[in-house]
């Protein structure tokens, strides 16, 4: 996926910041080279929120999701996307045709409407959603 465009959801970034995640390895690494190939990243702006929130709750210690959330805002590779009324709306017809939850309707609504991939972790995204574009799942395994 050189130099590719992918909108990257929540499950992904939290795996990536979260050490003790049964996916920390696989999304640093994917993350990394997807980045070293020249990739960008998008994502709703909600990401942010979700990210944050999801590394104080999971770890007790907010000052580590002020932190992440500085890193996330400094990553060079990372375009965030306003949830307007037009993405909102597109999110939940995604939401009520597909029975996705809010936040994961946004992000499937992203990919959708920029026509590029969405990576997650999120089996159920792919269950749901795998008809409306394409869904990623980062590799397990690293590759050399």
Do not use: C, N
Not at 7 to 34: G, I
Not at 39 to 58: D, K, T, Y
Not at 100 to 118: E, F, K, M, N, T
């Amino acid at each position: 996926m050189a130099g590719a465009v992918v909108v990257v959801d929540a499950s992904v970034w939290v795996s990536r910041l979260v050490t003790d995640d049964v996916f920390h390895t696989a999304s640093r690494r994917w993350l990394a080279q997807h980045a070293q190939d020249g990739g960008q990243w998008v994502a709703p702006a909600l990401m942010l929120a979700e990210v944050v929130g999801a590394i104080s709750r999971r770890t007790g210690q907010p000052e580590l999701a002020h932190r992440a959330l500085k890193h996330l805002l400094k990553l060079p590779g990372l375009r965030l996307v306003a949830l307007d009324r037009r993405l909102g709306k597109a999110a939940a017809q995604l939401a009520a045709s597909a029975g996705l939850r809010g936040a994961d309707a946004v992000y499937a609504a992203l990919a959708q409407h920029l026509s590029i991939p969405l990576v997650t972790w999120d089996e159920e995204i792919g269950q749901r959603a795998g008809d409306l574009g394409t869904i990623i799942q980062p590799p397990r395994e690293a590759t050399p």
